[in-house]
């Protein structure tokens, strides 16, 4: 069966750091695109952040640029989002897809798919 399985969410204060996993079974994950989504409280999803797998290329939305970063752990048919520096503005369900293919266009979430359950972040004093 193939899945993928969101890990690594918690609650945490402003400026604390969470490491968040999205790790595959059934297939391998390093040939695929696969990004990070949130969503928060009354809000849409949102793009956080998105890797290729054929060029390598990697997106950050602006609000997360310097904070969080994206990686690869081939070894554990995994994709990490590293998450430094948290605002409460980051509190959101995370969730990761892949769009079953090399690289991707847009990290947005209408062109990935294949979820895994999300994992909620929180971030509060």
């Known amino acids: 069966q193939m899945q993928l399985v969101d890990s690594g969410g918690g609650l945490v204060h402003p400026g604390a750091s969470l490491t968040l996993s999205c790790t595959a079974s059934?297939?391998?994950?390093?040939?695929?695109?696969t990004g990070w989504f949130r969503q928060a409280p009354g809000k849409g999803p949102e793009g956080v952040s998105c890797i290729g797998a054929s060029d390598g290329r990697t997106y950050y939305t602006n609000s997360v640029k310097g904070r969080f970063t994206i990686s690869r752990d081939n070894t554990k048919n995994t994709v990490t989002l590293q998450m430094n520096k948290m605002k409460p503005e980051d509190t959101a369900v995370y969730y990761c897809?892949?769009?079953?293919?090399?690289?991707?266009?847009?990290?947005?979430?209408?062109?990935?798919?294949?979820w895994g359950q999300g994992t909620q972040v929180a971030v509060s004093s």
């Open positions: 897809g892949t769009n079953w293919g090399g690289s991707f266009y847009y990290c947005e979430e209408q062109d990935f798919g294949s």
């Open positions: 059934g297939f391998s994950l390093d040939t695929y695109a």
